[in-house]
């Protein structure tokens, strides 16, 4: 079993966030998120991961290497322009030798990998896909099953009225090889519109795997991104726990931290600061008396004095003014500076 890591779109939902930083390495809790997907795979003894890029592509390489440090061996394609979700998956063909687990590098799962792919060769199935259900299908893909477990029916974005079940496509499948033939070389393909529809029609062995009590969510939004945060911190995935919540730094005794809250290398927190349920990324600086709560901030940020930061998310190397006010749903993008006293949303006017 190898794998392969859907990582090429262009986070435009995730905008400004993702304009300097690819999503699929956005951090999550200080650590680029590809690693958790990693992880996944590791754990379940796959170390044949090949990232299929687009978007950015050296700045994913640069960060993971050969995937040494994280006891993986990496490979990449980068295709010339976006060639879809199955598209990118055929423009890897020449690295796929065996059954592969393809993954969209967006989703935060604890999901036993293990188990799917011993339900994928019981049945002897062509193409195995993880579902989980959601409130509101229609921003994903909708899945109809049978009883036996087959899969009945794919149907990318329903409207709201083509809502028959909450079972959306969770983004994780096993293929065999052999699908590879069903998708045109050199084009843009999807398997959300292309190639699932055509297993159906085919008839192919094509199978649903629904884990039980297992924890899924795609970052891609940043109300999403910021969930995703909170389930850590609140330790609410089951299998992926913090390791670590505080770097090396510097902390006035006088500051109040929370033991939720994650801290990075290198932070400067001054006296009368307060940090409530968040995430900092290193070397942020907070001054005297700043309050940053529900939020996560991005590395080099500096809030200033007085300071509110609630329920935001703020790039990289920002400059948060003295008793400025950020309210809940914020989103700041790298380098922005807000003037002393700036109010964002929610309030002043
Ligand atoms: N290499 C490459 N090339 N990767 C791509 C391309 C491409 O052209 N297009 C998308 N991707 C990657 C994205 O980087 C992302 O990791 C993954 O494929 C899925 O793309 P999204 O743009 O995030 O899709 P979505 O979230 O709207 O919907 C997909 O995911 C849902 C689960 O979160 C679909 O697969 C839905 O059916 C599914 O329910
Ligand atoms: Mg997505």
Redesign the pocket.
């Known amino acids: 079993m190898q794998a392969l890591i859907?990582?090429?779109?262009k986070g435009t939902r995730l905008r400004p966030l993702t304009v300097y930083t690819p999503?699929?390495i956005v951090p999550i809790c200080n650590r680029p998120f590809l690693l958790y997907q990693i992880d996944t795979l590791r754990r379940a003894g796959i170390k044949d991961i090949t990232l299929?890029?687009?978007y950015q592509p050296q700045k994913i390489e640069q960060q993971l290497g050969d995937g040494s440090d994280f006891g993986v061996n990496l490979k990449y394609t980068v295709?010339p322009q976006?060639?879809?979700?199955a598209?990118?998956y055929k423009y890897a063909e020449d690295l796929i030798r065996e059954p592969t687990v393809v993954f969209?590098?967006?989703?935060l799962t604890d999901i036993d990998l293990k188990a799917v792919i011993r339900e994928h060769t019981k049945r002897k199935a062509t193409a195995t896909i993880v579902l989980t259900p959601v409130e509101n299908p229609s921003?994903?893909?909708l899945v109809e099953t049978k009883k036996d477990g087959r899969v009945a029916r794919f149907l990318?974005k329903p409207t709201a009225d083509e809502i028959t079940t909450n079972n959306?496509?969770?983004?994780t499948y096993i293929l065999e090889p052999k699908v590879l033939d069903y998708i045109p070389a050199g084009e843009n393909h999807s398997?959300?519109y292309g190639l699932f529809p055509n297993l159906l029609e085919r008839g192919e062995e094509f199978y649903a795997h629904i884990p039980q009590r297992t924890y899924w969510i795609?970052i891609?939004t940043p109300e999403r991104y910021l969930q995703a945060h909170q389930d850590l911190l609140a330790d609410r995935v089951g299998r992926i726990h913090i390791k670590e919540r505080r770097g090396q730094f510097d902390a006035a005794t006088i500051a109040e931290l929370d033991e939720l809250s994650m801290i990075g290398d290198d932070c400067v927190i001054k006296p009368g600061a307060q940090i409530i349920n968040s995430v900092l990324g290193p070397g942020c600086y907070i001054e005297e008396k700043a309050r940053v709560e529900n939020s996560i901030v991005w590395a080099h940020t500096r809030v200033g004095a007085g300071a509110q930061v609630s329920g935001a998310i703020i790039g990289r190397g920002c400059h948060i003014g003295r008793a400025a006010t950020v309210n809940a749903g914020t989103l700041l993008g790298d380098k922005t500076s807000l003037t002393d006293y700036s109010q964002t949303g929610g309030g002043a006017l």
């Open positions: 859907l990582a090429g779109g999503k699929p299929s890029l687009s295709e976006p060639m879809g979700t598209g990118a969209n590098g967006d989703i921003a994903y893909g990318e959306i496509n969770a983004g398997f959300e795609d891609g």
